[in-house]
């Protein structure tokens, strides 16, 4: 079953991922993939209002505030040296935490692996506790919790830097779109049967921890682009 996971989310991951050894940079120059007001308002309010409805119940949950602040803290360790691909499977991060323990902030490999089990152990408890959430998602199309994400996440709100803010919401976009990718395939396998609940609780962490390595990414870029105050 676990394989049969890795496989699917593998699939998932190959046709959105861009090559690992990119960087994440931003220039202040003029681009015509900015997005204005209007149609981002436009594309933003068309959305599932039952998915809206229990993506923001799980979001404000205990459980899931607990799961989220535990990945963050795992992330934190882990450092953003890891490859893009390693942090998607759990046996390659795992693997390459092994093999590169000095670049991490993990005082050793079995510390490494029991914060590992208690994010999923946490993560279990999040689904548990917002399964409407879940099995809502398993019958949704494409792109519906990417939608939701889109509107509901706070985005940085810049005063100036507009065409490092337009690429950021790119990027971050694309960090977004791989989450929901991940998560929707899990939720669907989860649905037929093909992963358990524990597989699930697990891929729903991969992707979490992905997601924030890449946000913070975003994050660096416009930095960059953009110093000073925003």
């Not at 199309?141 to 709100?157: A, N």
């Not at 890449?214 to 994050?219: G, L, P």
Request: hydrophobic content about 35%.
């Amino acid at each position: 079953m676990k394989k049969l996971l890795i496989l699917l989310l593998g699939v998932s991951l190959l046709m959105s991922c861009s090559n690992d050894e990119e960087s994440t940079t931003f220039n202040d120059s003029p681009t015509s993939t900015n997005v204005s007001d209007e149609e981002r308002v436009t594309k933003s309010a068309v959305v599932d209002p039952i998915l809206k409805g229990l993506y923001v119940d799980m979001i404000n949950s205990p459980s899931y505030k607990a799961f989220d602040d535990a990945v963050k803290a795992f992330g934190d360790k882990l450092g953003d040296d890891i490859p893009d691909s390693e942090v998607e499977d759990e046996s390659k991060m795992l693997n390459w935490i092994s093999n590169n323990l000095t670049l991490t902030g993990f005082s050793s490999y079995q510390i490494a692996v029991q914060d590992w089990d208690n994010v999923v152990g946490l993560s279990s408890i999040a689904i548990d506790a917002n399964y409407s959430f879940h099995e809502y998602l398993a019958g949704t199309t494409s792109d519906e919790l990417l939608k939701v994400i889109e509107l509901v996440e706070p985005q940085p709100q810049p005063t100036n830097c507009e065409e490092c803010y337009a690429q950021f919401q790119i990027c971050s976009k694309s960090a977004h779109s791989k989450y929901t990718n991940a998560v929707e395939l899990a939720a669907y396998a989860l649905k037929k049967g093909y992963i358990s609940n524990h597989g699930y609780g697990e891929a729903c962490a991969a992707a979490s921890l992905a997601r924030n390595k890449a946000i913070r990414k975003c994050h660096q870029a416009m930095d960059n682009c953009c110093p000073g105050p925003k």
